[in-house]
């Protein structure tokens, strides 16, 4: 409990709207944990698996009509709607909480209802913040103790503050037609109603550490970002950490949890994970840019995770983790999903909970299928990870999926350039892989779904960051691991090799790399890149410098889609990424 009267008055206002019959106050001690683990199997929320093979593991199905985040229901509710901007959906105040109160009268009865304060970072680091969720579900819980500090000393770092994020949500019916997960960014408010699925109930995650914490950051001057954190340390005991932004499908978590080549790591380099998705980042004392992985646990895809796609986080899979929507083996009680691995499953249960084999027709898992382990699992967690401080970011990296358009690597000219660079990031999709149009689909800076606000104004926020940071600011690189030859195959081998470019950045930050100038940024001289051991996978100093060529066709191709995706933003776009632009066609003659 807490002596905080605005958390005291704002629990008894949800409790008289949603009428449970009881209240729970997480203390975050593993006593309690326990308990509710256990009374979440007695109510079939979650089963225990192979306590030998997966020691704490457990196994929960979401509704068949609940496995994803909905980005059709998730709104910013601004109080104007210009404030929201063209990528979000925006819903008025008062009218979402007028629709919301009627959906969450009376939800409760018959249900306990959780309150679960939470630290968004390490407690006590200035990088810090506090929410409290409150919800009706166990399962959002026993997710939520594995994701974020939870608990008394939540509480306590909040003290008598009033700057914390009140969290509301309730699986209600999981009736889809009326679900809405919902943001309040002048109330530091998030409402979810009608979902049990994590992304869009574990509130501390994209809702508060994104959405919100995005809007916060631009009142106070810090970004929240779309990012992994990680740790590069060099034979000689050096660390460089980067940030880097990927949209899905391309490599993110592999690329936060990446094993060095057999060769860097028989030289000694060491690679750490400091975080795979959040980044929090604030100018620190010493003028330069310092972040924290708000978050202590991993929710990740399941499907295609696997020995050799990312080990660590295969492995950091292997005792006290909740798993979602997968293969229940009921052979030996174990779990199963697409690209584990090559074994048969004669007796199982599907995502779905009916009877399915390696021979059944339909696959096994959700190909959303997910996990939540802590992130004291990885193998390669960082030293750092919960150093109060953070740890301080050389470089920015952007990334996408483009067959042939984007480089292997370049660096931006600067940081104005960089974020012009940010904001055009994308991936080519075709409408039979994922239901979209066939095209680029623009996810600047990896945060379509995720800014809390007009996204004209978030490049204004970044603009205005490297103003503050100067000549502090870090440099900031594009790669891109999937450029493919005539016959649509990836010509680049990825995975730990990505290390390799990663390398290069390192150098180049550090001053000891040089670089090649070019219509769109920086690059490396083939020969900087080391190939040595790639000779397997066909790589040849002839086959990076066709990694690395920048052909002026495509990127005139380009300028029309940033010209037309710009649009969307009107007059409020800033006049530095128009200038940005013209330059690029300038050069591209």
């Known amino acids: 409990m807490t002596a905080n009267k605005n958390v005291l008055n704002w629990i008894e206002e949800v409790k008289s709207l949603t009428n449970p019959d009881k209240i729970v106050w997480i203390d975050g001690s593993e006593a309690q944990i326990e308990k509710l683990r256990e009374e979440a199997v007695d109510e079939g ?336 967690i960082s030293p750092e990870y919960d150093n109060p401080a953070g740890v301080p970011i050389s470089a920015i990296v952007f990334g996408g999926r483009r067959a042939k358009t984007a480089p292997l690597v370049y660096q931006a000219f600067d940081w104005e350039h960089g974020v012009f660079v940010g904001s055009i990031m994308g991936s080519e999709t075709t409408s039979a892989a994922i239901g979209l149009a066939a095209g680029v689909r623009r996810d600047p800076m990896a945060m379509l779904p995720f800014c809390g606000y007009n996204m004209a104004d978030y490049w204004r926020h970044w603009l205005d960051m490297g103003k503050k940071l100067g000549k502090n600011a870090p440099k900031i690189f594009n790669v891109n691991w999937f450029r493919s030859n005539e016959d649509g195959n990836f010509i680049w081998p990825g995975y730990g090799d990505n290390l390799r470019v990663l390398d290069w950045i390192v150098e180049r930050v550090n001053g000891k790399a040089g670089a090649v100038e070019t219509a769109i940024g920086y690059e490396p001289k083939p020969e900087d890149i080391n190939i040595e051991g790639l000779e397997e996978d066909g790589i040849t100093l002839e086959r990076v410098t066709e990694l690395l060529q920048v052909d002026k066709a495509l990127w005139k191709e380009d300028v029309n889609g940033i010209k037309q995706f710009y649009t969307k933003f009107g007059d409020r776009l800033p006049e530095e990424l128009r200038e940005q632009l013209s330059d690029l066609e300038k050069r591209l003659v």
């Open 45 to 380: 929320v979650i089963k225990p698996l192979n306590q030998e093979k997966l020691p704490g593991c457990y196994i929960h199905r979401t509704a068949l009509n609940d496995v994803a985040r909905v980005e059709h229901r998730t709104f910013i509710c601004s109080k104007k709607e210009e404030d929201a901007g063209p990528t979000n959906n925006w819903c008025a105040p008062d009218e979402m909480y007028g629709k919301l109160r009627k959906l969450f009268n009376g939800v409760m009865k018959g249900r306990t209802m959780y309150v679960i304060p939470f630290c968004m970072g390490p407690i006590g680091s200035k990088l810090s913040k506090v929410g409290v969720e409150v919800t009706d579900s166990v399962y959002v819980v026993l997710n939520m103790v594995i994701m974020a500090r939870c608990g008394d000393e939540a509480l306590e770092f909040l003290g008598d503050s009033d700057d914390w994020v009140r969290g509301l949500h309730s699986t209600g019916e999981l009736d889809d037609e009326n679900r809405y997960i919902t943001h309040f960014p002048e109330d530091n408010a998030i409402w979810s109603i009608n979902s049990g699925y994590g992304g869009n109930v574990l509130l501390g995650k994209k809702c508060f550490a994104l959405r919100i914490a995005s809007c916060q950051g631009r009142k106070e001057g810090w970004m929240a970002e779309h990012m992994l954190i990680l740790g590069i340390e060099k034979p000689d005991g050096k660390t460089t950490y980067i940030a880097a932004a990927f949209p899905s499908q391309c490599g993110k978590t592999n690329l936060a949890m990446l094993i060095p080549p057999e060769s860097y790591k028989k030289a000694g380099y060491k690679v750490w994970c400091v975080g795979d998705d959040i980044a929090w980042l604030r100018q620190g004392d010493d003028g330069r840019l310092w972040a924290i992985n708000p978050e202590t646990g991993f929710f990740g895809v399941a499907p295609g995770t696997n020995m050799k796609s990312n080990p660590n986080a295969l492995i950091s899979t292997q005792k006290n983790t909740i798993f979602a929507n997968v293969v229940h083996n009921l052979d030996d009680n174990t779990v199963w999903w697409e690209g584990l691995n090559k074994e048969r499953v004669s007796n199982g249960l599907d995502w779905k909970g009916n009877p399915w084999n390696s021979d059944s027709p339909e696959k096994g898992a959700h190909t959303n299928g997910r996990f939540t382990s802590h992130v004291s699992n990885c193998p390669c």
